[in-house]
């Protein structure tokens, strides 16, 4: 892949500044979160972390939201070894991490998340744990054959099992973020995960209070957002959804309720939320063009964005595939020009440090290695330079994680 010609953007909108919350950023190029297992087998941050956002937030002002981290054992259920933030532990090793974004007068979201019916079967045995879900649903005919192969099935959480998620699973998690010194925490409600699971009817099947009509398929999410509002204020709260991706098998309701319907409801109700004084942070929304990590061709893509900012007043986070026209960047100029929509750029961030900088002055992007963006040492990771070549990779293949120094 050859590297990226791009255009200066220091002259428009997306270096102007904007108010988040109770903070004001310098640009709105975001790094939106991405999925990574560089943290301990613990699910502790490590030091490849550390080094990874400190060179990412560089530019004063800059906004990044980490990679998916687990509110909970529960929660988890990767074979690679993702963070997690539930233990005083977790929080310690992060706040060395935020610590260092701050000193580089950046900010910093946390993403939390739980995988749902997603989580690997037979790495919850291991733990002693069941994949569990809104109803007893798989993601595919594989999934099912798998989980009842390793003896470990989905099953459907209990309605105090769902309230105990509101009020102590993720009420921990966001009061150790607040610890470990997050400007923000960011509900993971997008891509087929725990809570896009109770959010859609193609996985969510239940009678009670949390199933069946579109008010109740979203008020775990409104609870959820509801209740950490009065832990750590509305104010610091961010929400992704991705209403068009077909990832893990969504979608397969299409042809009864539409995508629409389910989520101008939802981002109605954050509205109404915030026209009583209670709004959050942003909405970070998935454009059509990608679902997981992965392009959609234009002739597959399904609906459009547009519904978000003609229903939601305040801040909104755009990713998804910015760079296919450059060196112009017509579409992140169009997306920025009502002066309150953040762009998100991903997988360049990865193969770039100092993006940011780049996308200021007009610098050339460097190609990023997709066979790299799970894996679990060094290589690929923080192997690429902060100028414009990549250095020596040889030298850092062989590093893995380890504790952070300052722990």
């Known amino acids: 892949m050859s590297s990226v010609k791009i255009s200066p953007l220091k002259d428009s909108e997306a270096f102007q500044s904007i108010k988040v919350g109770n903070n004001t950023l310098q640009t709105k190029i975001v790094y939106p979160p991405t999925t990574r297992f560089r943290a301990l087998e613990d699910h502790t941050p490590s030091d490849l972390q550390l080094q990874y956002y400190g060179d990412r937030s560089t530019f004063p002002g800059t906004l990044l939201i980490t990679e998916a981290t687990f509110v909970s054992p ?83 959480l209990t309605t105090q099992e769902v309230k ?32 896009d699971q109770f ?54 309701h299409k042809d009864t309720v539409h995508p629409l ?73 169009e997306d920025i020009a009502d002066k309150r929509t953040l762009v998100g750029f991903s997988r360049y961030f990865t193969s770039n440090p100092n993006l940011v900088w780049k996308l200021r002055d007009g610098i050339d992007l460097v190609p990023y290695d997709r066979n790299t963006f799970y894996s679990d040492n060094n290589y690929g990771y923080n192997t690429f330079s902060m100028d414009s070549e990549e250095v020596d990779k040889e030298l850092e293949i062989k590093r893995v994680p380890s504790a952070i120094e300052a722990l």
């Open 199 to 252: 959010l859609q009817p193609c996985t969510n099947q239940r009678t009670d209070e949390y199933g069946g009509s579109i008010e109740n398929r979203a008020r775990l999410i409104l609870e959820l957002i509801d209740h950490l509002s009065t832990i750590v204020g509305a104010d610091k709260i961010g929400i992704r959804i991705s209403p068009w991706a077909t990832f893990q098998n969504m979608k397969a």
């Open 261 to 333: 319907t389910t989520f101008s409801y939802l981002v109605h109700e954050l509205q109404q939320r915030a026209d009583k004084g209670q709004g959050i942070a942003y909405i970070s929304v998935v454009e059509p063009r990608v679902s997981g990590n992965v392009d959609v061709s234009e002739e597959d893509q399904a609906g459009d964005n547009e519904f978000v900012s003609k229903i939601w007043k305040g801040v909104i986070l755009k990713a998804g595939n910015y760079s296919y026209d450059a060196p112009e960047f017509k579409t992140l100029k």
């Open 164 to 195: 105990d998620l509101v009020y102590e699973t993720y009420t921990n998690a966001a009061q150790k973020a607040m610890d470990a010194g997050f400007d923000y925490i960011e509900l993971h409600a997008a891509h087929g995960y725990l809570l």
């Open 74 to 156: 529960q929660a988890s259920g990767y074979e690679g070894a993702a963070p997690g933030i539930w233990t005083d532990k977790h929080a310690k090793a992060w706040k060395v991490i935020t610590d260092k974004v701050h000193a580089n007068g950046s900010f910093v979201s946390t993403q939390l998340i739980f995988l749902g019916r997603v989580a690997d079967p037979a790495v919850m045995k291991t733990r002693g744990l069941n994949p569990v879900s809104a109803s007893a649903t798989y993601e595919s005919d594989a999934a099912k054959e798998a989980a009842e192969a390793v003896g470990n099935p989905v099953r459907a």
